[in-house]
C-alpha cells in the first residue's frame, strides 16, 4: 500500500483482538509521547484528540496537529477514528489512514506519539434522552438521544453555547431550542449571520450608531446587541467574524456593556449568546484566523450536530415529519416504504436542509398524494451520488455521444465531491476547484446541485 494512500481498512485487519461480546467501550492510552500515561474513556458519540488543549484528550506533541483525530463510539467497545487532513497522518503500523473503525489492541502512532486503543468493559455509554425530539431537532439515533439530553441540562442554564456541524444540520433550529427552553423564552431571539455581515457596516451592525456618526447616519440605530437585550442572541457563522471584531465581541460577552459608534454612552445588555460554525475554530486558532480567548468564552458548553448521512435511523422520522408540515386536509400526503429505503441510502452532503427539499420538491410533484421511488429520481437534490452514476461508463453510440455522456458524469461527480468537501461553502469550493464563483454557481444549478442556503 502507498503510505500516502488513505483507504478504509476492514476491521478485521486492523483489530488484533476482538472486545468481549455484549458491551464496552473504548479507551484510547498515550504509550509514548510527550503525553505517555493519559487516557480518554470514549463514553460520548464523539470526541476529539489533539494538541488544542479544547480535545477530550489532549497530547501536548508538536508534531500532532491542533485537533488530529475525531472519534465516533462504536459498540462492543469499538471505535471510528477519522483523521482530519494532518500534516503528519495517522499510521498503523506502515499504513497511513484516512478513517477506519479499530478494535482492541490497535496501536496508532500520530506524531511522536502512540496511542493503544483498549476496552472498558465495566463502562458504559452515556444515556441519552428518551424523547424524540427537543423543539425542532428530531431524531431517535444515539447521537441525536445523547444531544438531546446535553442540551436538556444545557438550556436552563445562562452558559454560552457553541454549536459545531455540517451545513444544513439544523443549527439555527438548534439554538431556537434552546432558547424555548430557557429562561429567557419570553424574551427575543436575534438572529445574525456573520458571514453576511458587510465588513465597512459590521460595527454598526452589532453595535448601533447615532445620528451623525458617520456618512449617512442620518438617524440612530438599534444594534444586534441591543436588539436581543433580555433574551437570546444567535451568531451563526461565528468563524466569519472578522478579526477586528472579535476583541470587541470578548469585551462586550466579558463587560455586559457597550457603546454605539459615535456614542459615548455606555449601554448594558443583557442577553445569552448562542454561536454556531460549520468550522473547526482550533484549527482557525492555529492559522490565526479566530481568537483563542474568545473560542473559550463562546464555548462554556459545546455541542455538535452530527450529519445526516451518520444516523440513517433518523431519515424516516424526518421525511414523514416534513410531509405532514406540508400536508392540507385537501390534499394529504404520504410515502413509500421503498421510497423511504431509497432516503436512507443517499450521502445526503446538504444534510436536514436537503432532506427537506427532497421532500418538498417530491411532494409537490407526485401522483395522488404519495410519493413513490420514481419521485425521488431524475434531477434535483436528491439525485447526488446515485447507483446509476457508479454504474461502468455508456460507450453506445457515437464517439460524440459517448463522451459527452462521459463529460456529463464526471461534471456531477467532481462537482457532488467539491460540494461535500467544502461543506456547502460556495466561496471555498470556488478557490479550491479555480473556478469564478458566478460560473461554479451556474454549473452547480445546471446539475441540480445548488442549494441557495450555500455561501
Known amino acids: 500500500m502507498s503510505d500516502t ?3 478504509k481498512l476492514p476491521a478485521t485487519e486492523i483489530a488484533p483482538r476482538q472486545a468481549k461480546q455484549g458491551g464496552g467501550v473504548a479507551r484510547l492510552v498515550v504509550t509514548q509521547g510527550p503525553g505517555a500515561g493519559k487516557t480518554l474513556l470514549v463514553t460520548r458519540a464523539r470526541a476529539t484528540v489533539g494538541r488544542h488543549q479544547t480535545n477530550d484528550l489532549v497530547l501536548p506533541d508538536p508534531r500532532v496537529s491542533a485537533t488530529h483525530l475525531e472519534l465516533e463510539r462504536r ?8 483523521d482530519l487532513g494532518t500534516t503528519n497522518g495517522t499510521w498503523l503500523g506502515p499504513h497511513r489512514l484516512s478513517e477506519a473503525e479499530l478494535g482492541p489492541g490497535a496501536l496508532l502512532k500520530l506524531g511522536d506519539s502512540l496511542v493503544r486503543v483498549e476496552v472498558d468493559d465495566r463502562a458504559e455509554p452515556e444515556r441519552g434522552s428518551e424523547g424524540g425530539r427537543f423543539g425542532g431537532l428530531i431524531g431517535i439515533s444515539a447521537e441525536m438521544r445523547e444531544l438531546f439530553a446535553t442540551l436538556e441540562r444545557v438550556a436552563p442554564s445562562q452558559l454560552t453555547v457553541l454549536a459545531q456541524g455540517e451545513t444544513g444540520t439544523g443549527k439555527e433550529e438548534l439554538a431556537r431550542a434552546i432558547h424555548k427552553h430557557s429562561p429567557r423564552r419570553e424574551g427575543p431571539f436575534v438572529v445574525l449571520d456573520a458571514a453576511t455581515i458587510p465588513p465597512t457596516l ?7 450608531h447615532e445620528r451623525g456618526a458617520f456618512t449617512g447616519a442620518d438617524t440612530r440605530h438599534i ?8 433574551g437570546t442572541l444567535f451568531i451563526d457563522e461565528i468563524g466569519e467574524l472578522p478579526m477586528d471584531l472579535q476583541p470587541k465581541l470578548l469585551r ?7 457603546s454605539r459608534v459615535g456614542g459615548h454612552e455606555l449601554i448594558p445588555v443583557d442577553f445569552r449568546l448562542i454561536a454556531a460554525t460549520h468550522r473547526d475554530l482550533r484549527a482557525e486558532i492555529e492559522a490565526h484566523h479566530f481568537r483563542e480567548d474568545l473560542y473559550f468564552r463562546l464555548a462554556e458548553a459545546r455541542v455538535f ?11 424516516p422520522l424526518l421525511a414523514r415529519h416534513f410531509l ?6 385537501e390534499r394529504p400526503l404520504s410515502i413509500t416504504e421503498e421510497a423511504l429505503r431509497s432516503l436512507t441510502l ?5 444534510n436536514v436542509r436537503e432532506l427537506r427539499n427532497v421532500i418538498a420538491r417530491a411532494a409537490a410533484l407526485c401522483q395522488d398524494g404519495t410519493i413513490t421511488e420514481n419521485d425521488l429520481a431524475g434531477e434535483g437534490f436528491g439525485f447526488r451520488g446515485s447507483e446509476a452514476e457508479r454504474e461502468p461508463l455508456d460507450l453506445q453510440g457515437t464517439f460524440a455521444e459517448a463522451k459527452s455522456r462521459a463529460i456529463d458524469r464526471f461534471e456531477r461527480a467532481y462537482l457532488d465531491a467539491l460540494v461535500r468537501r467544502c461543506g456547502g461553502n460556495l466561496s471555498k469550493a470556488s478557490r479550491q476547484a479555480d473556478v469564478a464563483r458566478n460560473h461554479l454557481r451556474a454549473l452547480l444549478k445546471k446539475r441540480g446541485l445548488y442549494d441557495p442556503g450555500d455561501t
Open 346 to 350: 443517499r450521502k445526503w452532503p446538504g
Open 324 to 329: 405532514e408540515e406540508l400536508s392540507t386536509s
Open 305 to 315: 450536530l452530527p450529519p445526516l448521512r451518520g444516523r440513517p435511523a433518523d431519515i
Open 75 to 82: 459498540p462492543e467497545g469499538r471505535v471510528l477514528v477519522r
Open 202 to 208: 459590521a460595527e454598526s451592525v452589532l453595535f448601533g
Open 252 to 258: 462586550v460577552l466579558e463587560s455586559r456593556s457597550f
Open 223 to 230: 444594534g444586534t446587541f441591543e436588539r436581543a437585550h433580555g
Open 5 to 7: 494512500a488513505s483507504p
